[in-house]
């Protein structure tokens, strides 16, 4: 990336990889946590800064199955509980934050016609419930 001459590069954490049980106040993976702070560090040594998504499809399927994912506002603690760790272990190096990728995707297609994963079609009502 660094003989390509790239200025930036996003990438997207794994909310399951970071936090195995999902839930606030769930454990945190050591193992995820090198791994990231090595990525970012190789980065930083190349002068490439990471641009990071928060949440890019990968809702924990423990969070589908205990309330519904994003059908259920007992997402909101949880989610905070996530981007709190990913801003407290990595903002010292990552500036720039994207907490969702697509959301149109997210509402239309995981929750409104169901083409993507949870695959729940719910409509219109999905789209915006």
């Known amino acids: 990336m660094k003989q ?17 049980g999902a839930r606030k106040g769930s454990k945190i993976n050591l193992e995820a946590v090198r791994f990231y702070n090595n990525l970012l560090d190789d980065l930083q ?8 998504a928060i949440y890019h499809w990968d809702l924990p399927q423990t969070l589908q199955d205990i309330y519904q994912g994003f059908l259920s506002p007992e997402i909101i603690q949880d989610y905070v509980y996530y981007a709190e760790i990913c801003f407290k272990l990595f903002g010292d190096r990552v500036k720039r934050w994207l907490t969702f990728i697509e959301p149109y995707v997210v509402c239309n297609m995981q929750y409104g016609n ?3 994963a949870p695959g729940i079609k719910y409509g ?6």
């Open 4 to 20: 390509l001459g790239l200025k930036h590069f996003r990438l997207s954490i794994s909310w399951s990889r970071l936090i195995p």
């Open 124 to 129: 219109d009502v999905g789209r915006y419930r």
């Open 45 to 52: 040594a190349a002068g490439i800064k990471p641009m990071v």
């Open 114 to 116: 169901g083409q993507y």
